[in-house]
């Protein structure tokens, strides 16, 4: 299964729990930042078993590329289904929160051909 899809199902799986706490912003919170941080983990799983010891910068580079358009795909898809959780999930950009990272910025910065 491509990465996009990983992300949309498991949006599709948290639906009903998302709906549900749609009354209790306390708990409707909760969800959300837990699904955000699942879908990042998701990322990660994803990205992180293809990096060897062996590769150069460019080769991580083209993976995390990879990663994030995967994640822009699924954001699209959610945009077509006019999904409520499109907005969140686009501020919520995988990019961009790894890129916040210092170290990791200065990794996928070091690929640049």
């Given at each position: 299964?491509?990465?996009?899809?990983?992300?949309?199902?498991?949006?599709?799986?948290?639906?009903?729990d998302?709906?549900?706490?749609?009354?209790n912003?306390?708990?409707?919170?909760?969800?959300?930042?837990?699904?955000?941080?699942?879908?990042?983990?998701?990322c990660?799983?994803?990205f992180k078993?293809q990096?060897?010891?062996e590769?150069s910068?460019?080769?991580?580079?083209?993976?995390?590329d990879?990663?994030?358009n995967?994640?822009?795909?699924?954001?699209?898809?959610?945009?077509?289904?006019?999904?409520?959780l499109?907005h969140?999930?686009e501020?919520?950009?995988?990019?961009k929160?790894?890129?916040?990272n210092p170290e990791?910025?200065n990794?996928?910065d070091?690929?640049?051909k």
């Open positions: 299964m491509f990465l996009d899809e990983k992300l949309y199902k498991c949006v599709q799986l948290r639906n009903d998302i709906i549900k706490a749609a009354d912003i306390p708990e409707l919170t909760k969800i959300l930042q837990n699904l955000v941080n699942e879908l990042y983990k998701i990660e799983d994803h078993p990096f060897t010891t590769m910068y460019p080769e991580c580079r083209l993976i995390l990879r990663t994030f995967s994640w822009d795909f699924f954001i699209e898809k959610l945009k077509k289904e006019n999904s409520p499109t969140l999930l501020n919520a950009n995988y990019k929160i790894f890129m916040e990791l910025k990794t996928y070091r690929g640049k």
